[in-house]
């Protein structure tokens, strides 16, 4: 079967629906960043997104292709992640999409190195004739983070974000967000084929112990 980072990491893709404190490990990522709102059918980020699958499949695939991989095993790609922020507040404010600025990214498989990064991207891009140029290698280490399950629409979010920043303060923690510790969500739901209403995201917010 192949290996499936929701199902063996469960406590970093299947939190309860209530806020929990976990402490994340470095990963790394295929990543794109952009700015503008993710709702415009032909944005920049819907167009982000196709490259960044584009990307992560030619990497599963690869035992297939020109680059062979040490350590490479079968794995289910990794569900779509985002990292969002608006210039000059570290909050985030929904109802001015078209403000954001955003980090779309998948994580990586644990074999694959920087190098085979460059080589999985480079190979795609012959084959496929698409400019890769945005698409980049990112190393994350969260560290103390909140995070919970929101189910339900983006719209929706920030209920669940008010729930989780009273958990913080009741906690003896602070909210940590700055621009190297960013809003982070992770879409477990194909919107495609979920209601708006049952869809399931990942929250995760960066956190430090109060004074």
Known sequence: MPFDYKKEYKAFYMPKNKPEIINIPEMN??????????NEAHGEYKTAIRL???????MKMC???EHS?????????????????????????????????W???IRLPDFAKKYDFLCIVEETKRKKKQDYAKVE?????????????HIGTFDDEPNTVAA??????ENGYVNDLSSERLHHEIY???????APEKQKTVIRLPIRKGE
């Open 103 to 105: 980090i779309s990214c």
């Open 52 to 58: 960044l699958y584009q990307i992560a499949y030619a």
């Open 137 to 149: 290698f990112m190393t994350v280490q969260e560290g103390l983070c909140v995070q919970c399950m």
């Open 164 to 169: 989780m920043h009273r958990f913080i303060q």
């Open 63 to 65: 035992k297939k292709g």
């Open 29 to 38: 990522f295929i990543a794109i960043r952009g700015k503008g709102n993710p």
């Open 188 to 194: 477990l739901s194909d919107a495609r084929r979920v």
């Open 69 to 101: 991989i040490e350590g490479y095993f079968d794995y289910v790609v990794p569900p779509l992640e985002g990292f969002w922020w608006q210039e000059g507040t570290h909050n985030i404010d929904y109802n001015k999409k078209e403000t954001f600025c």
